[in-house]
Every structure is written in structure tokens, then in C-alpha cells.
């Protein structure tokens, strides 16, 4: 099967392989609609699924939430919401419905009471340390297609905010310590992480300012999320268990919530839970669905997409092209676009009409499908049988990449340039030159790790000492304090206010994980 595939692939696109050689990147979708955009807590950011590099017989599924988290937020940080349930979905048999749900649901406990408003009260170095005064575990369970429940883990250590270089002086250890067995062979890592999208935003300045001399700016640099990573075998995603004639799952993420009573100084979860977010593709809320359906797309299930017709027009005839068309006179191509609902909504393959001639990551490609049961609908697909990259190409697929993004996503996928340039015709007429410099930010400014969870350590400077301010030392996810009298200043005011202030000197930092 990944022989075909690679063979059929080899012939897409080709005329866009020019001149792109390897290279690392990333995207997104934070605060993409006006409800979600008032309650960060369950916000999806990102949606990520790989074949793990380093064990290649198991895939790894990333989901972060909680966008644009200032290290120094503080004093409540930015904890899991204990009446929401965070949802990582699978669909393997292409009927647009999860036939394996993993879901985490979070418990609190806070000793902080009345004595004081720290989070911590002096260096963190392991999970269990008394002076973590706020802290977090998990239920993970797996729902099957019929609604029946298995317990995976039971109470796990929630990685806390990263509050500072004084607080919590190796991350990385806590982060490791935050890694948890999976029955089965799999892992799970709940708890803060570096934002592993990177975009210049100013998209939103008229395309980057009309004349494309808004770019090269990392938006996000600095920002933190919330992360769940799961790492678990092929088989156990697989249609009937079998990733050998069964490669292809889609997979999407949600958050249900309840809603809330609200009473003077207190607040209490009431009824139903309610879908409130949805992630697959990146970017598709933001910048394909207008502001009138955005809240709408994030109520709705993937078994309903395809009865949206307002919807299903943004696919055939997207808003971007045109843009792009009006602002810098490139000809949008002609609707409808067959080639977007293919990497939208069927999965690229044969065996629905399209202009991209290649069996690539529709769950029409698995041997045990019916397809009269097959239901377009708007998922991240991955075709688990293409190997791993010897050599990553941050344009995945549209760079003869077949590992990359639209099949799956990595954490260096550029998918702001790729999807740019695929809403340009890409996957049919070859790379647009025009664009081909895309938003200028091809990276993430910190280097993703080797094993699982993959994901950077948070960084724990302020944002707006990212240039000029203090520097970051490595390998500690994120900064140190600033120097001189403010120190001081600030440092005295804790001693005052907590009582029993720790002072020790800092740790020698160890080296950051490589480059993945």
C-alpha cells in the first residue's frame, strides 16, 4: 500500500517541486469564532497526527487549547476548565462519525485557601513538591462507536503553568514526570506547552498589508497553550484493528461544556454538556468559514457538514482567492473547487472525481470500507502506512512530501503556505510564484523534541521581553528575571506577602532537546 502511494503521489504536483528543499514550520485557528473567543479555557488551537519518528509503528495525536498564554498571567495561570471535556476523535470507516473518542475530563486541588495568592511558594522540582500549591489531575477514557466506556487512566499528573525560572527552575523535569502509561502500549501527556503554531497574523491587515510587506513577524513567539499528546499503535486506530488494509483514520477535536450559573462570587455548572469547539484542518474556521457560521461550524458534528450547503460553498468557492485576486491581481481559479473538497472534505483519492490523480489519504482507500456508508465531512486525514521522512519538507505534500500535511499534520508543517498556495489552485496547477515566500515565518522559534510529546517547553519570559529583554537561557523553556532594582523590588514585595519565600541560587541549565 505505501509503495502505491508514494508512486501515485510522485506525479502530484510536480510542476510545484521546483526550488523547495526541506525545512520546518507550523498553523492554527485561535479565537477563530465569536463565542469560543470568550472562553479561552476550551478554545482548540491546533490538531496534530503523525506516525510517531522515533517508533513508527505507533501514531502521536496533539491537540492544544487555551490560545495566547502570557508566561507572566498570573496569579490563576491558565488551568484546565473541570467542567468541559476535552474530546480527541477518530474516524476510521469514513461515515464521518468517531468510532474511537479519547477523552480527558480534569479535577482541581488548590491549597492556596485564604494564606496566600501564589501558585507556588517556592521552587517546584517535582509534581508531588509541597510547595506546588495548585495542581491537576486527569481521567483519560476511550469511548467506542456504541457509546460503551473503558477507563485508561485514572487520576494523572497535569504538567502545572510554567510560572516562572525561580518557580519552577527545570520544566523539563516536570514535563517528564507528567508522562503517563497507557494500557495497550500508548502514552499520554497532559500540561503546558510552547505554541507550536507560527504565522505572521497580520493575514488579517489586508493580506498582510496589501503589498505583502507585513511578514516575517512570529505572532505567536513567546505564547504558551495547553497540550494533550496521545501516543498509541496503528492497530489500536485502525478499522477493525488492522493498519495493514485499513491505513486511513480522520481525526478531529472538540470540547463539550456545560453551561454556567453565575451568582455573586461564584459560579456553578448546570444541564447538558454542549459541544462548544471543533478542530480538523487548520485554519478552516478562520479563514474559510465567514463570521456568520463560525460559531455554527463549531456546534456541529462531521456527519453534518455535508447538509450545510452556506458551508459547503466556502469549499467550492472560497473567499481567499478572491481576495487575493482583488488585492494583487492574481486570477483566482475557477470554481467549483473539486480539488479543495478532496483535501477538505473526501480525502485525496481516485476513487472520488477530482483533479488530483492519487490514492493519498481518503478513508475510501481502506479495504474494509463501505463506501455507500462514506460521508463527506471536514477531518484531518492520515494515511498511517507512509513512512516517516528521512528528510521533513515544511510544504509536505505540495513538495512531494508525502508524509506532510494535507496527509496528517506534523508540528513543522507549514500549513499557512501550504493551504495559501493549495486555495491558489497548488494542488493542481503547481506552486503560484507569486506567493511562493509566503508569510516569511517557515519555523517555530524553538525546536521541537525527539520523542514523545514532541512538543516544546513553554516559555516562562514575558512577551513583550522577548527582543531586548532578559535572555533565555536554554534548554529551561523560557527566561530568567530581569536585573537590577526591580528585582529587588519585586522579590521583597513576595518575601512580605508570603511569609516563607525560599531564596537558593539558580540551577546550571542543561541543553534543550534537538531538533525532530
Known amino acids: 500500500m505505501a509503495v502505491a502511494l508514494i508512486a501515485a503521489g510522485s506525479t502530484l504536483l510536480t510542476a510545484g517541486l521546483v526550488g523547495f528543499g526541506p525545512g520546518t514550520a507550523g498553523a492554527s485557528s485561535h479565537r477563530e469564532a465569536p463565542l469560543i473567543a470568550g472562553d479561552p479555557p476550551v478554545d482548540n488551537t491546533d490538531v496534530y497526527a503523525f506516525v510517531s519518528p522515533d517508533k513508527p509503528d505507533t501514531v502521536t495525536l496533539v491537540a492544544n487549547w487555551y490560545p495566547f498564554q502570557e508566561p507572566n498571567g498570573g496569579p490563576n495561570f491558565y488551568p484546565w476548565a473541570t467542567d468541559a471535556r476535552y474530546d480527541i476523535n477518530i474516524d476510521n470507516d469514513g461515515d464521518a462519525r468517531p468510532d474511537l473518542t479519547y477523552r480527558w475530563t480534569f479535577t482541581n486541588q488548590d491549597k492556596r485557601g485564604k494564606s496566600t495568592f501564589l501558585y507556588d511558594n517556592g521552587p517546584v522540582t517535582s509534581l508531588d513538591d509541597e510547595n506546588l500549591l495548585f495542581r491537576q489531575s486527569y481521567t483519560l477514557e476511550v469511548i467506542d462507536g456504541n457509546g460503551r466506556s473503558k477507563r485508561l487512566v485514572r487520576s494523572g499528573p497535569v504538567a502545572p503553568s510554567n510560572t516562572g525560572a525561580a518557580s519552577m527552575p527545570d520544566y523539563g523535569t516536570l514535563r517528564n514526570q507528567a508522562i503517563t502509561d497507557v494500557p495497550g502500549g500508548g502514552k499520554s501527556f497532559v500540561g503546558q506547552a510552547d505554541d507550536s503554531f507560527f504565522l505572521d497574523l497580520r493575514v488579517f491587515d489586508l493580506l498582510y498589508g496589501g503589498n505583502l510587506?507585513?511578514?516575517?513577524?512570529?505572532?505567536?513567539?513567546?505564547?504558551?497553550?495547553?497540550?494533550?499528546?496521545?501516543?498509541?499503535?496503528?492497530?489500536?486506530?485502525?478499522?477493525?484493528?488492522?493498519?495493514?488494509?485499513?491505513?486511513?483514520?480522520?481525526?478531529?477535536?472538540?470540547?463539550?461544556?456545560?453551561?454556567?450559573?453565575?451568582?455573586?462570587?461564584?459560579?456553578?455548572?448546570?444541564?447538558?454538556?454542549?459541544?462548544?469547539?471543533?478542530?480538523?484542518?487548520?485554519l478552516v474556521n478562520e479563514v474559510v468559514v465567514p463570521a456568520g457560521l463560525k460559531d455554527k461550524f463549531n456546534s456541529l458534528t462531521p456527519d453534518q457538514d455535508a447538509k450545510v450547503p452556506d458551508l459547503v460553498s466556502r469549499v467550492t468557492d472560497p473567499e481567499v482567492p478572491r481576495l487575493i485576486q482583488g488585492i494583487y491581481g492574481l486570477p483566482a481559479p475557477a470554481a467549483p473547487r473539486t480539488d479543495l473538497v478532496e483535501i477538505f472534505l473526501t480525502?485525496?483519492?481516485?476513487?472520488?472525481?477530482?483533479?488530483?490523480?492519487?490514492?493519498?489519504?481518503?478513508?475510501?482507500?481502506?479495504?474494509?470500507?463501505?463506501?455507500?456508508?462514506?460521508?463527506?465531512?471536514?477531518?484531518?486525514?492520515?494515511?498511517?502506512?507512509?513512512?516517516?521522512?528521512?528528510?521533513?519538507?515544511?510544504?509536505?505534500?505540495?513538495?512531494?512530501?508525502?508524509?506532510?500535511?494535507?496527509?496528517?499534520?506534523?508540528?513543522?508543517?507549514?500549513?499557512?503556505?501550504?493551504?495559501?498556495?493549495?486555495?491558489?489552485?497548488?494542488?493542481?496547477?503547481?506552486?503560484?510564484?507569486?506567493?511562493?515566500?509566503?508569510?516569511?515565518?517557515?519555523?517555530?522559534?524553538?525546536?521541537?523534541?525527539?520523542?514523545?510529546?514532541?512538543?516544546?517547553?513553554?516559555?516562562?519570559?514575558?512577551?513583550?521581553?522577548?527582543?531586548?529583554?532578559?535572555?533565555?537561557?536554554?534548554?529551561?523553556?523560557?527566561?530568567?528575571?530581569?536585573?537590577?532594582?526591580?528585582?529587588?523590588?519585586l522579590l521583597a514585595a513576595l518575601l512580605i506577602g508570603s511569609g516563607a519565600w525560599l531564596l537558593r541560587r539558580r540551577p546550571r541549565w542543561t541543553t534543550a532537546p534537538a531538533t525532530a
Not at 509536505?396 to 501550504?418: E, K
Not at 527582543?467 to 528585582?487: D, H, I, Q, W
Open 347 to 489: 480525502g485525496i483519492t481516485t476513487k472520488t472525481p477530482g483533479p488530483i490523480k492519487a490514492d493519498l489519504n481518503s478513508q475510501l482507500d481502506n479495504a474494509d470500507v463501505n463506501p455507500k456508508r462514506f460521508v463527506p465531512s471536514e477531518q484531518l486525514r492520515l494515511n498511517t502506512s507512509v513512512p516517516v521522512a528521512a528528510q521533513p519538507n515544511r510544504l509536505g505534500v505540495l513538495a512531494n512530501d508525502l508524509q506532510g500535511y494535507p496527509n496528517g499534520r506534523r508540528l513543522t508543517d507549514d500549513v499557512v503556505d501550504i493551504e495559501v498556495q493549495a486555495l491558489e489552485g497548488a494542488a493542481v496547477s503547481g506552486i503560484v510564484p507569486a506567493l511562493a515566500a509566503g508569510d516569511a515565518v517557515n519555523a517555530n522559534d524553538k525546536a521541537f523534541g525527539t520523542s514523545f510529546p514532541y512538543v516544546a517547553l513553554p516559555a516562562n519570559t514575558g512577551v513583550n521581553t522577548q527582543s531586548g529583554g532578559a535572555a533565555t537561557p536554554p534548554g529551561g523553556g523560557g527566561g530568567g528575571f530581569p536585573a537590577g532594582p526591580v528585582l529587588n523590588v
Open 213 to 282: 510587506s507585513e511578514v516575517g513577524q512570529d505572532t505567536l513567539k513567546g505564547y504558551n497553550v495547553n497540550t494533550i499528546a496521545l501516543q498509541v499503535p496503528k492497530s489500536a486506530l485502525a478499522l477493525k484493528g488492522d493498519a495493514t488494509r485499513n491505513p486511513v483514520i480522520g481525526v478531529w477535536s472538540d470540547t463539550e461544556r456545560q453551561s454556567m450559573l453565575l451568582t455573586p462570587g461564584q459560579s456553578k455548572p448546570l444541564g447538558p454538556f454542549v459541544q462548544v469547539s471543533r478542530l480538523g484542518n487548520p
